[in-house]
């Protein structure tokens, strides 16, 4: 129990029970940890099942990796059609079902058709995980916790990264198969059979006791203030911080709302006083996908094999991808409340300008060796401890409570289209102007990105969500 800084206002001081707040922020979480395995986990059994179904285009290939963000669009879109009315837990919940389902049911799946159309339904799942999660932990967190509580997501969207590439990794060396084993080889193999639908299948377990967890975390109180349940968000808020605190805190959330309590329409958020905020949450989300990063985690083993790397090497480079990944995100952790937003923001824009550029220059020199892969994992610490944690805190507590859920899916969706776009891309990029200059491509967006933080994001750390809406908004 400790008493919040004078950043909070008078009336908002209290005694906050950070073990029950971190409590419902994990089990919120766990859906970044099933978000992080089910979206990496086709990077390490594409062999396998193209093997297995016996892809040979490159139509066929795109498809298959690529299906799943179809239905992280689709959840997306559902986030924000549905969360507002159903409210967060209930869709949070749905999400943890359909990763369950969906997991099972790729590993069993017989046809190349089964298994695309149950790849939909889980990034379906993904979609509505990446909207739920962080927006659910940001209208419960304390003002002076929120950037390391929503940061916690991240975390764990890490962990599950790292967690599906360990997998990958003993599943796929149970049973050895030569260097150059042939497609008819690895379709025969133990791997090539069943290890890969078990690389999928494993989803399952998480997956269970996420939506055990659910029934266990309360309603958000932003959202039961906003349909009128004053009384169940008194009680809520009570539990975080006493009764003063839940008094207090719930005034200013009524007072932020107004007379809107009702269903929000889309078109509500093309009012001129919402617009530049909505655009804000768009523009970052987009950013944080075409800054180039992800297409190492996509397309790693392309990218260390033009570095010189072999087989056995690439795979060991991608586990140091992962545990980097970690370590910088438990870093991000410590420091998004301590140092903000905006500086950690500019930091890490201006780093990946620089290594990316770096990068690029490696490849048009065709230099090869270790120096690539520390450039590779520089990139990888730079991201880990800016833009991928501060980009969910800053879209999940920009919006206005009374149309957040909305203006979250919004941004979200976005997030997905660019991440989509980014992956469809990369390789007709690196085609027609090489990995050189794919990279600088993305150290001039990077670049753009530095300049669009520094003119239009403010800081908001040490702030509650009602203060930020009526600082941006108001």
Sequence with gaps: MITPP????????????????WLISIIAALGGLLFGYDWIVISGTDLFYEAHFHLTSSLDIGWAKSSALLGCLLGAL?????????????????SALLFAVSSVATGLAGTFGLFVFWR???????????NLSPLYIAEVAPAEARGRLVSLNQLTIVIGILLAQFVNWRIGSLHSLPAQASPDQIAASWAGQTGWRWMFGVTAIPAL?????????????????????????????????????????????????GRETGRVNF???LAPK???????????????????????????????????????????????????????????????????????????????TVLFLAMGLGFALHSRGV??????????????????????????EIFPNRIRGAAMAVAVTSLWIACFILTFTFPYLNATLG???????????CAAGFVFIRLRLPETKNKTLEQIEKELVD
């Design 6 to 21: 004078q950043t909070e206002t008078s009336a908002l001081k209290a005694e906050y029970d950070f073990g029950y707040v």
């Design 78 to 94: 559902l986030a924000g059609a549905l969360s507002d009315r159903f409210g967060r837990k209930r869709l949070l919940a749905l």
């Design 120 to 130: 939909i339904v889980g990034g379906s799942a993904i979609g509505l995980a990446s």
């Design 209 to 257: 006791v996420f939506l055990a967890g659910m029934f266990f975390v309360p309603e958000s109180p932003r959202w039961l203030a906003r349909r009128g349940d004053g009384g169940r968000a008194r009680r809520i808020l009570g539990k975080i911080g006493g009764a003063a605190y839940a008094d207090a805190a719930l005034a200013d959330i009524v007072a932020t709302l």
């Design 267 to 269: 078109r509500d958020l």
């Design 274 to 352: 919402l617009k530049r905020m909505l655009m804000l949450g768009v523009v970052l989300a987009v950013l944080q996908q075409w800054c180039g990063i992800n297409v190492i985690f996509y397309y790693a083993k392309d990218i260390f094999r033009e570095s010189g790397f072999n087989v056995g090497d690439i795979l060991l480079n991608i586990v140091f991808i992962g545990s980097v990944n970690l370590l910088a995100t438990l870093v991000a952790l410590q420091t998004v409340d301590r140092w903000g937003r905006r500086p950690l923001l500019l930091g890490g824009y201006a780093g990946l």
């Design 371 to 396: 120096h690539m892969l520390v450039l590779v994992l520089a990139a990888i610490g730079c991201y880990a401890l800016s833009l991928a944690p501060v980009t969910w805190v800053v879209i999940s």
């Design 435 to 445: 990995p050189a200059g794919t990279f600088w491509v993305y150290a001039a967006i």
